[in-house]
Each structure stands twice: as C-alpha cells, then as structure tokens.
C-alpha cells in the first residue's frame, strides 16, 4: 500500500511539534503543506516567533541557514539542502577582494559599510556583521539602504547587483559594478555611492526587454510587474518591482480584467489568480533548487525527526553564527 505523505505529515506535525516553512518559489505540493509561507523577511520574522522546536524549511539553504542563526535553540532540518546559485557566487574571500578593491582605490576599511543580500552564505553575512554592516532582503532593501546612507559611508553591496543598482537607481543614488566597465571605465568607488559584487540571479536575468515589448504589443494595457532581481534595464521598463509578497499584493489588487505579466519563479507565477496573469517569459523560468524539494522529501525528513535519526540538519559554527546573528538582528530591528 502507497503512503499517503499529505496525511502522515501531517500526524507527524501535531505529534512531534514541527513547523513546516515553504517559500514561495516551492512546487505546489510543497507549498501546500506549509504552515508558515512568505518571502525571504516573513519566513525569517515568523520563524523566529514561533514556538515548535523544530522546523522542516522548504526552500534554499540560506534560508534555512538564516533561521538557525537568529533561532538557536530550534532545530533546523531542510529536505534538500539545495544552494541558491546567486549565494553560490560569494564567499568570505571574494568578500575580502571586493573590500580590498574599494581600499586599493582610496576608500578606508572604516568608511565602508557592507550590505549584503539575504541570498547569501552565512559566512558572509558574519563578515559583514563583524564590518558594522547589515542584512537586506528584497521587501526591505529600500529602507535598509537608506538606513546604511546614514552613517556617511560608502555601500559595498554583496552579492546581487542588481538588487544593488536597482535600489541605488529608486534612490537617485550613483552605482557601479566591481569588475564591469561603464563607457569604457571600470568601477571607481570614490565616484559611486553604492559599490556593487558581480553576482546575479540566473533565473531572473531570463527576463528580457523582447519579453516586456511582445505582452505591451499584443495587449496595449497590460502591466509588467517584476522582482528587483531582474536587470535593471526591465526595472525601468516595467510598471512594478516587489519582492515575491509584494509581487501577490500587487497581482490581487488589481481589478480581474485587468492583465499583468510577472517576471519572477514559475511556480509562484502559475499559482496567481487564473485570469489575465501571465509569465513574463517565451520559456519556464524555474529556480532548479527550488524546484530540487519534493513532498516525499518532506516526508522522510518529518519521518526521521519520528524515527529518532534526524537528517541535513542545519548547522553553523559559534562564531559564524555570532556575527552572522548580529548582521540579521540589525536587519530585523528596521520596521
Ligand atoms: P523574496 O525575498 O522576494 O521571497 O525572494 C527570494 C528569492 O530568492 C528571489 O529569487
Ligand atoms: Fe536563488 Fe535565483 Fe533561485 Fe532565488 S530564484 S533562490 S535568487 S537562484
């Protein structure tokens, strides 16, 4: 006989007080059993207030990483300890590089402040805390920015530049990238506010300004509404940025008949409202990490809390989690 996972993770919650989180980004299966679900800021926020000692965390391991750090005592189990490839592009020494570059070029250690992306290993964001800097996530990074200008500092903004560039841009702040060259000169951070590592999300550079002009030729009224992980270029083309929540917020705001092309993950896009929402791509813009957690994933990791032999159960070192702590807590006391 087949085992019926929906209903056993169920029993296994109540019996052995689990919180199963999901992303959104996750496959609707997944989702589904979620008790808690949001964007990046939420799932971190309700994770930490909440009471069960243990969470089965449906998504990518920063994120589960995340939780471990600013909730201790709680014991992290992920299904897929799946990496998301923009965290993958940094670590502690590429950090140190893009710090060195900004000294190199006459900006003292002491007036830079780091930011870095919630998208990110631990062991950055402890290298940024340990700077004095600060954790972002794409609902915040406005605030948290403009929290950051206020120390009279220079921003090196890690990794993902174009949430970097994007914000700077809504700010009327100059940017530029570590290592790209604009109009033939190459990043000079005494001319830029914000200083930005080279890394990006793969999954949302699938978004192209063709995409943008085919939904406004074929239908004139149609809104675009993207994540700020998407290049600039379709920011400014498009009618609406947000984060995955804000992304929701705005769809099911707007009055039904009115049509709206999303660029962001697949699975979120395709769980919207029926009617006039499109995926603002010609092909399947699916996060493969995201996509790596299935129900009987979940399953077995709920079954090995049961069973006594936990499994991929999160763990950070002391002084990692200390620093990587202080940065987050930074964060999270911005309302
Ligand atoms: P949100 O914080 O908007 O949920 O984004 C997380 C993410 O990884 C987007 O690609
Ligand atoms: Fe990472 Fe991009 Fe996947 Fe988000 S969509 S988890 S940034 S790879």
Redesign the pocket.
Known sequence: MSIDYRAEIERMKQEHNITVVA???QRDEVFEVGDITG???ELARRCQADENPWVVFCG?GFMGQSVKVIAPHKRVLMPKIAC?AMARMIDGSYFDESVEYMVQRGIPKENILPITY??SDATVKSKVGEMGGLVC???NAFKIIEKGLESGKKILFVPDRCLGQNFANSMGLKSCVIGVEEDGKECDPKEADVICFNGF?S??QLFTLDDINFYREKYPDILIAV?P?CDPAIVQASDFSG???QLIKYVNELDIDQKVAVG??YNLVNRMREKNTFVLSSTKPE?PTMNETTLEDVYLTLKSIEDGKPINEIVVDEHTAKWANIALERMLAIK
Do not use: A, G, K, M
Request: charged share 10%; net charge negative; glycine share 0%.
């Open positions: 992303h959104f980004y964007d990046s800021l990518v998301c919630i998208n996530t794409s609902s999300c999954v949302h994540h992980e984060s995955t929540s962001t993950e996060c």
